[in-house]
């Protein structure tokens, strides 16, 4: 089956393996990841101002080009995920916003939520199914302790995300079981790296991110693992070092077999 | 003709604030019957009353219209009115121009227009209406309480003292409810035991209570004075006749590992088991899930060591079918699950409990033998954290309850106050968002828990606890200070929010009484009926109505009692007058408004009719009891043939009004 795709400017700098290794596995498991073509930067960020509605039109033109092509629209790093669900919800649920931003598209046509916007989880549990996955491990991995880590992009807010309890989440740790590892289970793993803060202060970050990957090792976790680029990126700079960070496509692919050739291709 | 009157209120400013009460009596003095029109400021003072009697007399009207409040508010009062003028009670008729009127609208054009239309309707009506007499239906003198806690055990012994039998149907193979869970009370600090287990006692050996426990009620037919009710007795594989709770067979059962739901899985009872000490009917019970005997048919060891022979492995549910005139819900409270709220990381470390376990944990009788100690690991705990509010008062409901809980304030205030008592070496961190400690001596108390046992109470919530190593990271914010704080708590406590009993609502639809949202059952008027439901025959007590704490509880549970004493005292009930009736010579005898009667009320009789060719021919037609029914009028929407009809709403009334909302 073909799904659309948007991967997001990180994928195409900072986090190319995440963008890779998504491709890959997802062709292992008999998905194609089509890009959408001519696709801009989500934002980065969902602006909770109501009038703000230039920075959204991306969102919308991706989703609209994901409706046309009759495929869920599917995204990997949870920023644009989050950015592109929480515009896609607004333009179903917000009558005034859907009318403004319809004003903008002008005569690049009309959306008014038709698409389903999807997080590459959500594509692994609900239409491949952990299951097959399960099926397709070629190197189970056995022996590591994997902490996921959800961030809170990923699924916040809850009611719009839809993807999982945002306090207590098993999406990430019923993968990992799929893919013969042990989930470890750690209060902080549903907090905030954070994020943007960095920037600001990155003192900020610092604790934060330092929090969680402590809390990752005192618990026993071997690695952590994240869908997310600048979660990956605090908790990698101004997290304590005590354990590796590595996407979750990097481990699929791990496990899927897939990795190797990745590597021979370059 | 009838000859009608007209009788406009003001409410006060409550109708004439919106409704233009003049205009609306002279446009409706021009309808058709009407020889009388008047307003009035309030129609249901006596001095009203006596308006509507004199114009009954001095214009021999024959019935009128009262255009006020919701029937449901007065009808009853107007009706009574008409009765003592000598007019026949069903002759009234309420015309709604408050609650759906004058309350809703703000524009006094709108409102006048729409009272008008409103009254036209009822004028409309009574046009049609004809005298009823109502029938009357005898009284089973005996009341079912359903649910064995505090609530159910007080209303029950209040009937009794009464005269009245009672049975109690109980779930669990003991009553006591929660309050048998609970150590202390407030704000007394007495034992709740000793003061729950002589009313238990009480109701066991009080000879018009039978306790019927570990018994469900599978099915309610009937109405008030004579309802039937079906009530499943659950097999406990023990003769409770002979029976005589040694508890020698709770010693020796080889299977220990059942989780103890009395001590909240905190710690572990056999398969065959007496809930606590003090159980009554105190009796053991088998659980069939855990029973190895049950299970593979081998083991037998509690047959072998009961000296009583009480055991008996074949023993099968058992299903009996009782009458009683009223009826009492008392079902209850649980706490909610803490799943949802994970971000206090209940699920993740076992020194995270809630309030009830701590209980439990507190209690002489409980998993620790009354040692104030961690669940993980023994130690006796130094810093407590207790979160107020987990669940409760949940903005938009996302997750959680939007209501207060009400009891969790003064409990948390409780255990912090004994703890810090008995433990003056703790410290003691309570995080609210208010504290609500209305009362009497409820203030007094809180305020004792803070300045005389120096409890930490911060204003503000906890975001996260994070088990890390020995200690509960919990993170929270001091909204008074304005920062976030950290504490490395031994113990947290989770004062969960609580809800009605799953129970509640398939019981509610046996019994057709409404619930809220939340599943609470609501009372007939918040304010002047607040025990009884508006099923008529179905009263509440306890906290299955709203969240309440004991002297509450009780208080209600009485409440409850003396109004089912009030139903059960009378030898004969007035029935309804609007019921339904059959024209035979319509019916076909197609039984579809028997399927859709909820009251069985509606049976078949072949019966002789003469024809026009001058045979005879017998046929099938309905026919209802009119004591049963209960005038819903399923029936007269499901008749085919147009036989069926509502008196006091007939099909030719409903059209009536109809057409006089549409002129």
């Known amino acids: 089956m073909k799904v659309r795709y948007f991967p997001g400017c990180t994928l195409k700098t900072k986090a190319k393996d995440l963008d890779r290794y998504a491709r890959l596995c997802a062709e292992e498991l008999g998905v194609t990841l089509e890009e959408i073509e001519n696709w801009q930067c989500c934002g980065g960020v969902f602006t909770t101002a109501t009038d703000e509605i230039a920075t959204k039109l991306s969102s919308v033109r991706a989703l609209m080009d994901a409706r046309d092509h009759d495929a869920p629209l599917v995204t990997v790093c949870s920023a644009c ?3 592109i669900k929480q515009t896609n919800h607004a333009m179903q649920n917000d009558a005034d916003f859907a009318k403004h931003v319809n004003l903008y598209l002008g005569k690049d046509g009309q959306y008014y939520g038709e698409a389903k916007a999807i997080h590459y989880l959500e594509l692994l549990r609900d239409v491949i199914g952990f299951d097959t996955i399960r099926g397709k491990v070629k190197n189970p991995l056995a022996g590591k302790k994997i902490a996921a880590y959800y961030g809170c992009l990923l699924l916040r807010p809850s009611q719009t995300m839809q993807m999982d309890d945002p306090e207590n989440p098993t999406v990430m740790e019923d993968l990992i079981r799929a893919l013969g590892g042990e989930p470890v289970v750690y209060a902080q793993r549903n907090e905030c790296c954070g994020g943007y803060a960095v920037l ?18 005192s618990h026993g976790a071997d690695m952590i693992v994240t869908a997310c680029p600048l979660c990956r990126y605090n908790l990698e700079k101004n997290g304590t070092g005590e354990i590796p960070v590595v996407y979750l496509t990097e481990l699929l692919a791990e496990a899927l077999g897939v990795k190797e050739d990745a590597h021979d291709a370059q | 003709m009838q000859r009608i009157g007209v009788f406009v209120c003001w409410c006060g400013t409550n109708i004439a604030g919106t409704v233009d009460v003049k205009r609306v009596a002279d ?3 021009n309808e058709p019957g009407v020889v009388f029109s008047a307003e009035y400021q309030y129609m249901c003072s006596q001095a009203g009353q006596d308006m509507i009697k004199n114009a009954i007399r001095e214009h021999n009207l024959t019935g009128f219209v009262v255009c006020s409040c919701s029937p449901r508010m007065h009808e009853a009062t107007f009706r009574k009115t008409a009765e003592a003028a000598g007019l026949n009670p069903y002759m009234v008729e309420i015309a709604n121009i408050r609650e759906q009127c004058s309350w809703v609208h703000k524009d006094m054009e709108i409102g006048t227009e729409k009272a008008i239309v409103l009254g036209r309707t009822a004028i409309a009506k009574v046009n049609l209406n004809a005298p009823l007499t109502p029938g009357e239906s005898p009284v089973t003198k005996r009341a079912l309480v359903i649910g064995g806690g505090i609530a159910g055990i007080q209303t029950a012994l209040d009937i009794a003292d009464a005269g009245f039998p009672v049975d109690i149907v109980e779930t669990k193979p003991t009553i006591g409810g929660k309050m048998a869970q609970i150590d202390k009370t407030f704000p007394t600090l007495d034992c709740a035991a000793c003061i729950l287990t002589p009313k238990m006692v009480d109701a066991a050996q009080n000879d018009k209570i039978r306790i019927l426990s570990y018994s469900e009620v599978t099915d309610v037919r009937g109405f008030v004075g004579n309802f039937s009710v079906t009530i499943k007795r659950k097999a406990r594989y023990v003769n409770e006749e002979i029976c005589t709770g040694c508890g020698l067979c709770t010693e020796k059962c080889p299977q220990k590992k059942v989780p103890n739901e009395f001590n909240l899985g905190m710690d572990t009872r056999r398969a065959i088991y007496i809930p606590f000490a003090q159980a009554i009917p105190k009796v053991a019970t088998i659980d069939a899930d855990y029973c190895t005997m049950l299970k593979t048919g081998k083991c037998g060891v509690c047959a072998k060591v009961c000296t009583a022979g009480a055991i008996d492995y074949t023993q099968k549910d058992l299903i009996m079918e009782e009458k009683y005139g009223a009826i009492v819900a008392a079902t ?7 799943e949802p709220f994970d971000e206090f990381a209940y699920s993740q470390s076992k020194d995270v409990i809630t309030s009830l376990e701590l209980e439990r944990l507190m209690n002489a009788a409980g998993p620790t ?7 993980s690991d023994g130690k006796h705990p130094h810093k407590i954290v207790f979160v107020q509010c987990v669940g409760s008062r949940c903005a938009g ?3 959680g309850k939007e209501y207060c809980s009400k009891i969790c304030c003064m409990y948390t205030a409780k255990h912090a106050m004994l703890i810090r008592d008995k433990y003056p070496d703790t410290e003691v961190y309570v995080f609210y968002i208010d504290v609500r400690t209305p009362g009497k001596n409820f203030d007094e108390f809180y305020r004792r828990a803070v300045e005389e046992y120096g409890v930490h109470y911060i204003k503000g919530m906890v975001g996260k606890v994070t088990p890390t190593g020995d200690t509960l990271r ?7 200070a304005n920062k976030q704080i950290l504490i490395d708590a031994d113990l947290v406590v989770l004062a969960a929010a609580i809800e009605p009993d799953k129970s509640a609502r398939p019981l509610a639809t046996m019994l057709t009484a409404s619930m809220d949202t939340n599943d609470f059952f609501t009372e007939a008027h918040p304010k002047l009926r607040p025990v009884e439901s508006p099923t008529a025959g179905v009263f509440l007590s306890g906290a299955c109505q709203g969240p309440k704490d004991i002297p509450e509880t009780v208080s209600q549970a009485s409440a409850a009692a003396a109004k089912v004493i009030g139903l059960l005292v009378k030898d004969k009930l007035v029935c309804n007058a609007c019921v339904a009736s059959s024209d035979e010579a319509m ?6 408004c028997e399927r859709v009667c909820p009251y069985g009320a509606i049976t078949y009789a072949d019966k002789e009719f003469r024809m026009p060719d001058r045979t005879t021919r017998i046929r099938r037609v309905a026919q209802v009891n009119q004591a049963v029914c209960q005038g819903c009028g399923a029936c007269t929407v499901a008749c085919p043939s147009g036989a069926m009809d509502l008196r006091g709403f007939s099909n030719k009334q409903i059209m009536a009004e109809v057409d006089a909302v549409c002129k």
């Open chain 1, 81 to 83: 995920h989050n950015v």
């Open chain 2, 587 to 592: 019916c076909n005898g197609c039984s579809t």
């Open chain 1, 200 to 217: 600001e202060d990155a003192a900020i970050a610092k604790k934060n991110s330092g929090k969680v990957m402590t809390d990752a090792a």
């Open chain 2, 27 to 29: 446009a409706l003095r």
């Open chain 2, 369 to 375: 033998s009354g040692q104030f100690v961690r669940p």
């Open chain 2, 332 to 338: 209850g409270f649980n706490p909610i699950s803490m």
């Open chain 2, 474 to 480: 919990v993170q929270a914010s001091d909204l008074l």
């Open chain 2, 397 to 399: 409901a996302s997750k």
